[in-house]
């Protein structure tokens, strides 16, 4: 009885298993227009999702930047995929228009057969997934813009044998053992630099750095020991390194630059370049090369480079040309200048040019400047833009191989009153960009490598090329034709910048017909206490001197001065005499620490732009309110500033852009800002206060294009921790900085506007009853901050703790947020306290955490396989952390992918074991830079790490793939055996990998 009751159980199973199937396969033919429909409609999702993606990678690939990895594989197998499906969807409709038609009973294997295909859309669902990814998120890795050096391009020297055989020469002097120092000599604008540059480029395989720095006729050692400061760390090292001193005038103290030389330190080449043979001499070059002129033929060669072939082809204007190239006398920057000037230009305007070149240079001066006068004067005249003209000729007034700030560009011009029909400050800034964008075009002025010193912010090196672009330069010998031209020609400029001089006491039969006379950097503290007569000077610039005092009289005998600059000097008192310049319209007092009192500027009816940073001000001047047709007004770092008088601001009807910081104790600060609100034309405001309570609540920030607001004050983090440059990109630049014991939930009014409005950067100082950011933050807005800094908030323990509001289970956590900083957070021991499956960071481009000694882990696989965007994660001083990633995989996938990732540093992570402890391959298509500093790790972690782009310096190269803790330990090995050999007491390891 019981053996039967078995057997039909197994019966009853078997049956029934057998039901199932018969209902699925009959299902496969009752239902196949169904499954074909939803077949169709994920076919058409992925086509959808697979145009979008495409089309992302057109716009990438237009504007130059490279796609993270994987994205073109992906849109490879969606499009093999789609083809497929395409073809199957073909087929179904081809057997709807036969079988199909001859009714449900017609072709019941057909049915079936289409039915049951319908239903793998697996492939289509695993695509889209994947796709999500990329349809979501930025698949494109910002190319930043090369340095000086790596942005120099190889020229084309053939057919010119002169600048050949020199860099011949170089080369071999460089490879030579036995020579440290070589010279470069010739006449300006003959190529030295640029030889210099192209023999860096060709070399630079066999050093481990290559540093580049210009010297001038006034040495500025601590830019030298700042752009000379990496090479020399690691020539200390043992490394090979290359210095390259640009224009030196006169002998140098090497010692005094911190430049190592002699026979200790044969690793450091020297190559330096010169006007003059006898400064190699007195610079003990063992190697002095010769740059000559080229001859015609070669002249020609280098000319047609620059103007194209067409002055081949046109026979009608090769002849004209190649007079216009023997007029520039061999000299590489004419040829340039002029071939640049001349290159779109019809051929009677190139015998024109040619006419004008064969004119004589004004006489009695330096027979090189005298050669090159003609050729830099026609390309003046041919700029056909007379801003761009008077742009060129004010940047003469600055010292030698200054780097030029075009706001200050902006001031003065605005000052002189050189814009026709100006709209506004913003106006002005667009056109000197413009006017200085030609001159690049015509090669008369240049970019600037901008460097920092060390700091977290001067290791974003993509930030220092965003400031670079603020600023310009002049070569010197073209600098010193616009100096000739503006006496010669138009203006009469007087300029000793950057002379060293102590005094300036000029006669009174000094020339009266100067427009401009520039005593900038020098020494200065007398200036005459007599009066002398400058009827038609314009521009008086006099910053960073030593003046304590400026006499009455000196002033009056300048009546027509429109800008003067006094800044940085150490004057408490101005001269009465002031009051007299009624045609002033540009001001700078800056940086005169004991000046407080300046009623004598209200006076001043005329004035635009009033700049009085770091000054002995105390209150808000009331002689403020006088100057009606102000513009731009900097109050800046001014201890102790309050506003005490009302109605001053109000007064200002027109202006549009207003810096100014009040200090702790600073009274009517509410009161200034509700009438600031009411100023119709102001535009960017940059506001530093020290309570949240001063903020009137109704405060608008919608019609401002830019901000830099700071609520707070912390004398630790006072200040915005970037070059002032950022002042001058208001219309990008919006940031708030909150430094306050207490935050208030929920926020007042005009934060959560001001948010809301921008999505400003915000950076949040000594915040002690914040804990979190999700949930304390969360509803204010914070999930939509791109930028979010926290600094000493001592009682954050974790960025996202456990949520249980609506909808928490669904919501993914800080998916927009790009940039990333943890600072001083001494209690933060997570960066999230809940479920790995809350968080997502697909969006994150920088991770910065500096002093977060709690700290011990940071990513778990699953999170840091959506690390797609990021490109910087810097990790220092974090004693307690043990790994940086952790766990296994989940799926079978065992791939963590850093597309974009470029630069990795960890420093002072005493407990580090492992970047990564699991078993997962890990590829950094990206990476190119590894910097590991004081840490006790001996190994990187197990597994595979392909590094294809990351070139150790100790010349252990990783090509393909390549276990990162093998070269990690013999980078280690060879460290403490260096130091065992120097005898010298061990420290903990130090080695960094870059490219």
């Known amino acids: 009885m019981a053996e039967g009751v078995v057997v039909t159980s197994v019966v009853d199973k078997v049956i029934d298993s057998m ?44 504007k130059g930047d490279n796609l993270v990895h994987g994205v073109e594989d992906w849109v490879n197998a969606a499009a093999a995929e789609i083809l ?44 889209q997934g994947r796709g999500t990814v990329y349809d979501n998120n930025e698949i494109a890795i910002y190319t930043p813009a090369p340095q000086q050096l790596d942005v120099y391009q190889k020229k084309n020297l053939d057919g010119i044998i002169t600048q050949n ?23 300006g604008g003959v190529g030295k630099t640029t030889l210099a540059m192209e023999v860096a480029a060709r070399v630079k395989n066999i050093f481990a750095a290559v540093a580049f720095t210009t010297i001038s006729q006034t040495v500025d050692a601590n830019k030298v020991k700042s752009d000379t400061e990496i090479a020399t760390k690691r020539m200390m090292k043992g490394e090979k390194v290359l210095i390259i001193l640009d224009d030196v005038w006169e002998e140098l103290n090497l010692d005094e630059l911190c430049i190592p030389c002699g026979f200790n330190h ?55 040309a190649m007079e216009v190239a023997n007029e520039c006398g061999g000299l590489p920057l004419m040829l340039n200048v002029i071939g640049n000037t001349l290159k779109n230009k019809d051929v009677h305007l190139w015998k024109a040019a040619l006419t004008q070149l064969q004119k004589n240079a004004p006489v009695g001066i330096d027979p090189s400047i005298r050669k090159a006068f003609t050729r830099l004067k026609l390309s003046y005249d041919y700029l056909g833009n007379e801003e761009a003209q008077w742009c060129f000729l004010q940047c003469s007034m600055f010292p030698e191989d200054y780097k030029i700030l075009l706001e200050d560009l902006v001031h003065y011009r605005v000052g002189l009153e050189k814009f026709k029909e100006l709209e506004s400050m913003e106006d002005a800034r667009s056109r000197v960009q413009n006017s200085v964008n030609i001159l690049k075009s015509c090669s008369l002025l240049m970019d600037v490598d901008v460097k920092f010193k060390p700091s977290a912010l001067s290791r974003n090196a993509e930030f220092e090329l965003a400031v670079s672009k603020y600023y310009v330069k002049m070569h010197d010998v073209v600098r010193d034709v616009a100096l000739l031209i503006a006496t010669t020609c138009t203006d009469d400029f007087l300029v000793k910048a950057g002379k060293g001089l102590r005094e300036w006491l000029p006669r009174n039969n000094i020339p009266q017909n100067y427009t401009g006379i520039s005593l900038i950097h020098n020494y200065i503290y007398k200036l005459p206490e007599y009066s002398i007569s400058f009827p038609h000077l314009e521009a008086l610039h006099l910053q960073s001197n030593r003046l304590s005092s400026i006499s009455d009289e000196f002033i009056e005998g300048m009546k027509n001065v429109r800008v003067l600059n006094l800044a940085f000097n150490k004057i408490s008192s101005l001269p009465q005499s002031l009051a007299g310049l009624s045609k002033l319209r540009m001001l700078n007092l800056s940086g005169n620490k004991s000046l407080c009192d300046i009623s004598v500027l209200g006076e001043l009816k005329g004035i635009e732009i009033l700049i009085l940073n770091k000054t002995g001000i105390k209150e808000v001047p009331e002689c403020i309110g006088q100057l009606i047709n102000i513009r731009r007004l900097e109050l800046r770092e001014c201890v102790g500033l309050s506003y005490t008088i009302q109605g001053v601001i109000l007064n200002l009807l027109r202006l549009e ?44 920030f919608q019609k401002l294009k830019g901000f830099d607001i700071q609520i707070g004050t912390s004398k630790r983090y006072w200040g915005f921790r970037k070059p002032v440059i950022v002042e001058y990109t208001w219309t990008s630049e919006r940031h708030l900085t909150l430094k306050v014991d207490y935050l208030v939930f929920p926020f007042l009014k005009w934060m959560k506007n001001l948010i809301e409005v921008s999505r400003p950067n915000i950076t949040l100082n000594e915040i002690e009853n914040l804990n979190n950011i999700v949930p304390d933050l969360y ?5 939509h901050l791109e930028y979010i800094k ?83 994660l810097h990790i220092e001083d974090c004693h307690d952390l043990e790994e940086v990633i952790w766990g296994e995989a989940e799926t079978a996938a065992k791939i963590i992918v850093f597309p974009c990732l470029t630069n990795i540093r960890l420093s002072s992570l005493h407990e580090l074991k492992n970047f990564y402890t699991g078993s997962c391959t890990i590829k950094y298509p990206s990476l190119v830079k590894l910097s590991v500093d004081s840490c006790y790790m001996e190994t990187w972690g197990p597994g595979i790490h392909e590094t294809p782009n990351l070139k150790f310096v100790d010349d252990v190269p990783l090509d393909g793939t390549y276990s990162i803790d093998e070269a990690m330990v013999k980078s280690v090995q060879a460290w403490l055996s260096y130091w065992v050999k120097q005898s010298l007491e061990l420290k903990p390891p130090v080695f960094r990998h870059e490219l």
């Open 657 to 700: 852009e207003l810096c100014i910081d009040f200090g702790i104790d600073s009274n009517g600060i509410h009161e200034f800002l509700v009438e600031v609100s009411c100023l119709s034309k102001l535009t960017c405001l940059r506001l530093r206060a020290p309570s949240v309570n001063d903020i009137p609540e109704a405060l608008s």
């Open 790 to 872: 926290l600094v000493a908030c001592h009682n954050v323990t974790c960025l996202v703790d456990r949520y249980d509001g609506e909808g928490s289970t669904k919501e993914k956590f800080l998916m927009e947020v790009k940039d990333l900083r943890l600072e001083d957070c001494n209690n933060l021991k997570v960066l999230w306290n809940c479920p790995d499956e809350f968080i997502s960071l697909p969006n994150l481009v920088i991770l910065h955490i500096h002093q977060c000694r709690k700290l011990v882990r940071l990513f778990p696989v699953s999170v840091a396989q959506g690390l797609i965007s990021l490109k910087e």
């Open 165 to 187: 055989s020199a860099l011949g020469d170089i080369i071999t002097a460089i490879k030579d053992e036995s020579i440290q120092i070589i010279g470069i000599y010739g006449v």
């Open 84 to 127: 497929k499906a395409e073809e199957f969807i073909t087929d179904v409709g081809n057997a709807k228009k036969t079988c199909f038609g001859i009714g449900v009973c017609g072709n019941w294997r057909t049915l079936h057969h289409y039915g049951k295909k319908a239903t793998e859309i697996a492939p289509l669902m695993e695509l």
């Open 19 to 62: 039901f199932v199937v018969a209902k699925k396969e009959i299902g496969y033919m009752w239902n196949y227009k169904q499954y074909v429909e939803k077949y169709r409609s994920e076919v058409q999702k992925l086509k959808d999702m697979k145009g979008r993606i495409q089309q992302k990678i057109e716009l990438a690939k237009n």
């Open 779 to 783: 509803r204010e807005v914070f999930n």
């Open 266 to 320: 044969m690793s450091c080449k020297i190559l330096l370049t010169s006007r003059s043979e006898d400064v190699c001499v007195r610079m003990n070059a063992q190697s002095k090369i010769c740059v000559n002129s080229l001859p015609l033929k070669e002249a020609w060669i280098l000319f047609k480079h620059v103007v194209g072939d067409k002055v081949e082809i046109d026979i009608n204007l090769k002849s004209v």
